[in-house]
């Protein structure tokens, strides 16, 4: 089986267990923000010490979820516990295992640009992963310092990761930097849940078990943990479509548009955290400033670069760069070992294909660059600025 083939189709499965993983634990993640935002009070103290509780209806079925903050009184906790984790775990395998097959095997021409800084591919698969541990790190850190200062955390967090994106977006190509911030935070979410949630429930399960009065502090600081984790949740979400959409990341200020609309998200997910509370707050300012990150994020976007000749550009004249720039990987059968067959089925190997594609081709070799990917078959401005000004003509052949 040809090599390419077989990648691909491992990145497949590995992608499709990723996308499933992630709606898992991110589902369950805003199912329990919402229930814990809409526990009430029971009517009665029944001295089993029930935090809150809520009746729901569901499916034909009706459902009455009851909260303990440092499990039940005077009876012994159940031995029939659900432990909600290996969502968290199997999404960030995956992740990671995407990332190798991808952004690691693929260094030279995922990873790597060396318009932003020439590497080996031991070099910048080295940086990839030492940016995940270092993300954790610090981001586990300031939790530690800032523990009594949420809002000063908040902050902090956010101008950390807005400065993992400049770096990154000054060592990798555009898009691996961005699909870097969002490892990074895939990272740090998957740690809170392994390192501070998780042990911290075991510790209060033991502590019940053996009939001492539980600390509740370890289940205080999961709740810290797991309400980051729920405003992480959009901007990495983002991050996993972002190379879909160029004009997002093909930019000399791509990384501000990243955190312009990785704030977005985090304000979008703001406002409906406090709208689904039992008495919901409606914070009328949250979205319209969402919104502003995000006429900011498109406003540091790529302007789009045309080419200002006026001379008459021939297809005889842009046909050589179609095949050498373009058809190497976009034709029925590439070339280029990367690829056993042409990305997103994009064929540009015949006059008719290359005329049929026009507006494609402006869109992501003239005005955002995203193509060719990593720029690995060397097209030059001069180049793009020839097919702009020939479909500008009317790409006629």
Not at 159 to 165: E, G, Q, S, W, Y
Not at 228 to 252: A, K, Q
Not at 313 to 325: D, E, G, I, L, N
């Amino acid at each position: 089986m040809n090599g390419a083939y077989a990648l691909e189709w491992l990145n497949l499965v590995v992608r499709w267990v990723h996308f499933v993983a992630g709606i898992m634990w991110i589902g369950a993640s805003f199912y329990f923000v919402w229930l814990d935002n809409n526990l009430t009070r029971p009517a009665q103290d029944d001295g089993r010490g029930v935090l809150g509780e809520l009746w729901a209806v569901h499916g034909g079925g009706f459902y009455h979820n009851q909260k303990y903050a440092t499990g039940p009184i005077g009876e012994p906790l159940t031995q029939d516990l659900h432990w909600f984790k290996w969502e968290a775990y199997s999404t960030w395998l995956s992740g990671i295992a995407l990332l190798a097959l991808v952004y690691w095997v693929g260094a030279s021409t995922f990873l790597i640009d060396p318009s932003v800084m020439k590497l080996t591919p031991p070099e910048a698969i080295a940086i990839s992963i030492a940016s995940l541990v270092v993300g954790w790190v610090v981001y586990d850190t300031l939790c530690k310092l800032l523990e009594r200062r949420p809002y000063a955390l908040g902050v902090a967090v956010f101008v950390f990761l807005a400065l993992m994106a400049w770096g990154l977006s000054h060592v990798f190509k555009a898009q691996a930097a961005y699909l870097h911030v969002g490892a990074i935070i895939g990272t740090i979410m998957v740690a809170n849940v392994a390192h501070v949630i998780i042990p911290g429930q075991k510790k209060m399960v033991a502590q019940i078990r053996a009939g001492q009065q539980p600390d509740p502090r370890p289940g205080m600081l999961g709740k810290t943990r797991s309400v980051h984790n729920t405003y992480f949740t959009l901007p990495v979400l983002f991050t996993m479509i972002s190379g879909h959409y160029p004009m997002t990341y093909e930019s000399r200020y791509s990384w501000l548009v990243l955190v312009a609309l990785g704030l977005a998200g985090v304000l979008v997910r703001y406002f409906f955290i406090l709208t689904h509370e039992k008495h919901g707050r409606r914070l009328v300012w949250a979205l319209p400033i969402a919104a502003l990150a995000i006429v900011a994020g498109a406003a540091f976007a790529v302007v789009p670069h045309s080419s200002a000749s006026t001379s008459q550009v021939s297809f005889a004249r842009v046909a050589p760069v179609f095949a050498q720039r373009c058809a190497v990987c976009h034709a029925a059968h590439p070339v280029e070992a990367s690829f056993s067959a042409a990305p997103d089925g994009v064929l540009l190997d015949t006059p008719s294909n290359i005329q049929g594609n026009a507006s494609r081709i402006e869109q992501e070799a003239v005005e955002t660059r995203a193509m060719p990917l990593g720029n690995i078959t060397n097209m030059t401005q001069s180049e793009r600025d020839e097919i702009g000004a020939w479909i500008a003509q009317g790409a006629k052949i």
